[in-house]
């Protein structure tokens, strides 16, 4: 596609003016002068084809300042997302009303990861005449409802059948990895839905797709990518807080139990469906299982990241053991006298796995970390340290214009930890500061006399010191905390010491699935939520259901997580400063995300409660407020409770601040 010449194309100030298309169509558009110089900027890197960073505080409006340039331009645009939320945001409505308003029919794709889409070659092998370990009751009944969709479907969407939650273990047998996967040899290859949504994206003239995608590409990970990117114009990264950490795990290696409890299964059944499957076979495979079975009961009540050194001894016993099962089933399944393709698929992957935990064991711990994940089974990784090299000579091989954005990628007003980790440390930057009025609808409380976040009865203090504040809002909070054992003390806590009049409704993550306690949280309009992990971001409650946040520390990683101890050692050989360098600018920036859930439109108003007195007591401390939105921030109790008992909008069966 050949794109318009940037000044042939119509203004952007003139779309984003108060009588533009976007007012004419967009009830309630009011032109931001953030907006504007956003797109404008963007627009330009888009002419020039450079590389921009900008950090859009909410309520920019950064996703329309990216597409209205990314529609004008005519050329072919790939947009990278952190989340399946966002893509489909951007894929349902955003890009259908920008591109009607403007008068520009264009073409679009989203493009899902491979575990989205239905495998037609993996759903007749899921009904193969074998039972197959790990699936029992209520596997028939989906796998029915599967079945049935699978003949009207069209886009082989998993999402479209809903009466399947994403979430059941059964969409694993019937959807592909990279691994099982059999490309060109499948007997569905023509009819593949995978393949028929990627020729969709080689054809639109924007694709939209998340950053796992976007690197495989990069990188030519996998078979039939590295086709998007060649003919693009430009490229955006939204989210792009999300990428390094990514890109770190995209250019690591990995080895999950799973996969070779999946490829026994495939086994399984690939024979049984030739059949081929003998009592031998049978064994061969049954072994394997069990190799891969043992240490996932040696690692049984160690933590969840364990780095190799810190390995039991019989650990390396075990691994040698899955090695060698692996080579049998790759000896007896990979033979040339087998005609199957298929069945000798399945020994090739036997093979595959059993070279890269070879190659997990021979990697040298001076370039990254090798450690293992030990939740539900366990995964082997390997994390490099460093990776912008990598990063910044694939950006370079593709001359067109790359633009990262997100709420959060800056320090105070330095870039250098994003720019670095990701190689742009050319790219022009670009801060923009939320258009929302945080001077006079937010405040921030800096309860006193809270103890050292490290001190016994730490979390019982924060919710303390925050119960009046809740009270004084009828509820309406978030709770954040920085670790699970926090966020159950927590939950313990508030159960025991609930008031007669406490009437507002408690949530605790974990009860229901994300987006049910976000309905549930926003349908009670004077609910109080309490998590952590994935809430701290990406979340949005807009109006007066969500008044306050409360965070219980400053988000640091614990420092007994392996993956950080080697990165602030790989930063020591560096000669860097690891505390200066990566765990303050993480914890300043998880702290913007945790931030920003609470005024998400310009009429919210609300009250962030920050427990942690490190950000009083410790010269570091300045660096997180400095980073905040400039709010009134105070110590005093009642200001707080009167601020809330003027502006936040009143119950009907409010409770009276005590
Ligand atoms: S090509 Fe791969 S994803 Fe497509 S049907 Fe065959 S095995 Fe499944």
């Not at 009303?97 to 989205?116: E, H, I, Q, T, Y």
């Not at 049978?282 to 050194?309: C, F, H, K, Y």
């Not at 040698?320 to 992957?349: K, M, Q, W």
């Not at 929302?436 to 303390?464: H, I, M």
Request: net charge neutral; hydrophobic share 45%.
């Amino acid at each position: 596609m050949v794109a318009i010449p940037w000044d042939r194309m119509p203004v952007i100030s003139e779309v984003f003016s108060a009588d533009g298309p976007l007012a004419r169509a967009l009830d309630g558009f009011a032109p931001r002068a953030e907006q504007l110089l956003m797109a404008q900027a963007v627009g330009e890197a888009m002419a020039q084809r450079t590389q921009l960073v900008v950090e859009a505080g909410t309520g920019t409006g950064k996703t329309f300042a990216y597409l209205i340039p990314a529609l004008l331009s005519g050329g072919r645009v790939v947009i990278s997302t952190g989340t399946r939320t966002l893509q489909d945001q951007l894929f349902h409505r955003d890009l259908p009303l920008l591109s009607r308003s403007l008068g520009r029919p264009v073409k679009v794709a989203l493009l899902k990861g491979r575990a989205n889409y239905l495998c037609r070659h993996r759903l007749q092998l899921a009904r193969a005449p074998v039972a197959l370990p790990g699936f029992g009751r209520g596997f028939e009944g989906a796998l029915a409802k599967i079945e049935r969709w699978a003949l009207q479907t069209t886009s082989g969407d998993i999402s479209e059948l809903e009466t399947v939650p994403e979430s059941e273990a059964i969409w694993g047998l019937v959807t592909s990895t990279r691994d099982n996967c059999l490309g060109q040899a499948c007997p569905e290859f023509r009819d593949c839905h995978l393949v028929a949504a990627r020729r969709e994206a080689q054809a639109a003239q924007l694709v939209i797709v998340n950053h796992h995608l976007l690197l495989a590409d990069l990188t030519l990970k996998e078979e039939g990518f590295g086709e998007l990117l060649p003919g693009a114009d430009a490229v955006v990264l939204d989210e792009a807080h999300q990428f390094p950490d990514i890109a770190a795990q995209f250019f690591g290696l990995s080895f999950a139990a799973r996969a070779v409890q999946a490829l026994t299964r495939d086994g399984l059944a690939e024979l049984s469906r030739a059949g081929l499957l003998d009592a031998s076979g049978r064994a061969e495979l049954a072994r394997l299982d069990e190799a891969v079975a043992l240490p996932t009961q040696l690692l049984m009540g160690l933590p969840e990241r364990i780095a190799s050194e810190d390995l039991p001894a019989a650990f390396a016993e075990c691994l040698a053991d899955i090695s060698r099962a692996l080579e049998a089933v790759a000896a007896r399944l990979d033979d040339e006298n087998l005609e199957i393709a298929a069945v000798r698929a399945v020994g090739r992957r036997a093979s595959e796995l059993a070279l890269r935990l070879d190659e997990w064991q021979q990697l040298s711990d001076e370039e990254g970390l090798r450690f293992v994940e030990n939740s539900r089974g366990f995964v082997l990784r390997f994390t490099p340290f460093e990776v912008a090299t990598r990063l910044k000579a694939h950006v370079l091989a593709r001359p067109c214009a790359w633009i990262h954005t997100s709420a959060t990628l800056a320090v105070g007003t330095d870039f250098t930890h994003y720019t670095e980790r990701v190689g742009a440390q050319e790219a022009l930057t670009l801060q923009i500061a939320s258009p929302f009025d945080y001077e006079r609808n937010a405040k921030l409380y800096l309860p006193k006399g809270l103890p050292e976040p490290s001190a016994r009865g730490y979390t019982a203090a924060v919710l303390e010191a925050a119960l009046p504040v809740i009270r004084a809002a009828g509820g309406r909070a978030f709770l954040l905390f920085t670790s699970h054992r926090a966020l159950s003390e927590a939950a313990q806590y508030l159960a025991q010491t609930r008031r007669s009049d406490d009437d507002f409704p408690v949530l605790v993550q974990g009860e229901a699935p994300r987006d049910a306690l976000l309905r549930r949280f926003r349908e009670l309009g004077n609910a109080v939520l309490l998590a952590t992990g994935s809430f701290w971001e990406g979340v949005d409650v807009r109006g007066s259901a969500l008044s306050v946040v409360v965070i219980d520390k400053l988000p640091f990683v614990p420092p007994d997580d392996p993956l950080l101890k080697a990165r602030l050692e790989a930063l020591r050989r560096e000669g860097k400063n690891g505390f200066m360098a990566y765990q303050l600018p993480q914890a300043v920036l998880a702290l913007k995300q945790g931030v920003g859930r609470l005024i998400r439109a310009t009429d919210d108003t609300g009250v962030i409660v920050l427990a942690d007195p490190r950000l009083r007591s410790k010269g570091y401390g300045r660096a997180f407020i400095a980073s905040l939105p400039s709010m009134p921030a105070t110590q005093d109790l009642a200001e707080i409770q009167r601020f809330l008992q003027e502006r936040v909008v009143p119950l009907p069966q409010r409770t009276q601040p005590s």
